[in-house]
């Protein structure tokens, strides 16, 4: 185009007419050009990430560009402590100086547990065993025991003021099962005199028809409080295992029976906890021998055959080893998800003599012995 405006100033060939042509031609050129620069420099047409069709067929690449809801989960857990016999009481027939009803006249009630207490006012839930009848009604009769009391060895009566019930709640005990050979010491009185106390003292108390129930977030555990001296009692704790079902999501048996002092459980023992397991009990827990007896599995539940003693008012020399069970349920969204268990070995009594007052082992030694013992590796917890 400076061709032809050069020509044309300077007085070229060119006329008016050919100058304005060939600008115009020139013009049509340069946009020629510029729209051809324009298009190379224009990016190639690419496909989009994912189809816009509407499609039955599953999308990977859309699946990739999405992001899920985050899924929400409830949990939590549930912590359970079992104690066995505590006999809060003196027998009948066997006051001398400092005995058990002596020394809770002098002590606070918080006297007796002070030393593991700790454990059990902060987990959910802790069990024992109350042994004796409390009661402060005048001219109670003993029951006559006759063909009751064990063969070869002299019957016991053992009572206490009701005021001592408060033992066990100031320790940070729960709940008691009452079905034992002691509850009946005294009569039906003495029976009624008993739960009254447990009562007063806010300890929950169960017996055979009476179960002992509590739940923490909707989760609803049972705890059926039985007697088990012979097979022969098997049937009726089925019969009461299959109602607690119906209530509660877990459900734990803490019986009373079997032989008294020895440190293996019977054969009969053994059948009827494993006939209770395959009938639905989620825990078993026993006592009664006053002396500890070995833990099992069968089919994954725990069974302990025996606690021992914990609180022993009996005499002033027990056998002088006992644990405290801890059990961890673990919930997710409403169900069992996990659970396990913790044996944490303990003296009955600290001292020459029965002080009444039981105490975490912390010799390890002597606490490997007691483990050793109740995982059925030795013949004696010491």
């Not at 067929?57 to 560009?65: G, V």
């Not at 006297?111 to 059990?120: A, D, G, Q, R, T």
């Not at 001296?229 to 009461?240: M, R």
């Amino acid at each position: 185009m400076l061709y032809f405006i050069l020509h044309y100033k300077y007085g070229g060939f060119m006329n008016k007419k050919q100058f304005i042509l060939g600008c115009a031609l020139s013009i049509l050129i340069i946009v020629a050009v510029i729209s051809g620069t324009v298009k190379l420099l224009e990016p190639k047409h690419t496909e989009p990430a994912y189809s816009t069709d509407v499609s039955n067929e599953p999308s990977n690449n859309l699946a990739e560009s999405t992001t899920e809801e985050p899924t929400t989960t409830n949990t939590f857990t549930i912590d359970l402590s079992f104690i066995g016999d505590c006999l809060c009481a003196t027998d009948e027939n066997t006051y001398y100086a400092n005995c058990f009803n002596d020394v809770a006249d002098e002590k606070k009630p918080k006297y007796f547990l002070s030393k593991v207490s700790n454990i059990f006012l902060n987990d959910d839930f802790t069990m024992a065993d109350c042994e004796n009848v409390y009661s402060d009604s005048k001219n109670l009769k003993v029951r006559d025991k006759g063909q009751y009391a064990d063969p070869g060895m002299r019957a016991f009566w053992f009572k206490s003021a009701a005021k001592n019930a408060a033992i066990l709640s100031a320790g940070g005990i729960d709940g008691v099962s009452i079905s034992n050979n002691h509850i009946n010491d005294y009569g039906e009185q003495g029976h009624s005199d008993t739960k009254a106390a447990l009562d007063a003292a806010n300890v929950k108390w169960g017996e055979e028809g009476s179960n002992i129930y509590f739940s923490k977030n909707g989760f609803n555990i049972a705890i059926l409080c039985v007697s088990m001296y012979n097979s022969y009692a098997v049937d009726s704790i089925k019969e009461l295992l299959t109602e607690a079902s119906e209530n509660s999501d877990y459900q734990i048996i803490y019986f009373h029976g079997g032989e008294e002092a020895i440190h293996v459980p019977e054969s009969w023992k053994k059948q009827a906890c494993h006939d209770l397991i395959n009938a639905g009990a989620d825990l078993i827990m026993g006592d009664h021998p006053h002396v500890l007896q070995p833990m099992e599995k069968y089919k994954g539940v725990t069974i302990i055959y025996s606690l021992g003693n914990f609180i022993f008012g009996g005499n002033r020399h027990p056998e002088n080893r006992t644990i405290i069970y801890t059990h961890k349920l673990t919930i997710t969204d409403g169900v069992l998800s996990n659970q396990s268990g913790k044996i944490i070995p303990c003296y009955v009594y600290t001292g020459d003599t029965n002080n009444w007052q039981p105490d975490i082992i912390t010799n390890k030694a002597q606490k490997k012995k007691v483990i050793k013992f109740m995982k059925g590796k030795a013949d004696l917890p010491y």
